[in-house]
Structure formats: C-alpha cells, structure tokens
C-alpha cells in the first residue's frame, strides 16, 4: 500500500485555516443580507460586467456565480466589492470587505 503523507508549513495550515475562517464570515453576511431581501445573485451579473468588457476576466462566462476567498485574486476583489455593496450602511460591508483584501 503506497502512503503519501503532505507536509505543510505552519504558517501555510494558518493562512489555510484563516481563509476558511474569512470565507465562514462572509457567506453567515451574505446569507443574512439574503434574509433582509438584499438580492445578493442580481448584484452579481453587475460585478462582472465592467471587468469582462475592459478584458480583466479574459473570456465570458456563461453563469454567474458568488466568489469565494478560494479563487484567484479578481474573485477576492469581486467578494470585497460584494460585500461593500451589500451592507446596509458603509461601515457594515467595509469592516468585512477590509479583512478580505
């Protein structure tokens, strides 16, 4: 039986564990911005219009769907943009998106 064993730097499993933290965060705000009929999913498709048109984003994509801290850097962006846009006030959707980038 072959074992195959990662071996991880300590702040490598931090900066992971971190980020799944940050990702926790913001889907509980994104979820109860949902619950007070903040629509969320039709501020998506409005995120990434302007960066496929000026050519950040490279091709279409077919759907829309909700960034996450997973993805690349442009996801981040378009995630702190989200949750700017979605706060009631300013400061409640800066303190979070300030985390993230």
Not at 50 to 74: E, H, Y
């Amino acid at each position: 039986m072959l074992q195959f064993a990662m071996r991880l730097d300590p702040r490598e499993v931090n900066h992971h564990l971190s980020t799944i933290f940050w990702q926790m965060e913001v889907t509980k705000f994104l979820h109860s911005c949902e619950l007070e009929q903040r629509h969320v999913m039709d501020l998506i498709p409005e995120l990434l219009q302007p960066l496929q048109s000026s050519g950040i984003l490279g091709t279409k994509l077919s759907s829309c769907s909700v960034p996450t801290l997973f993805g690349s850097n442009i996801e981040r962006m378009q995630l702190a943009m989200l949750v700017l846009l979605c706060g009631k006030t300013v400061d409640e959707g800066f303190s979070l998106a300030f985390r993230l980038v």
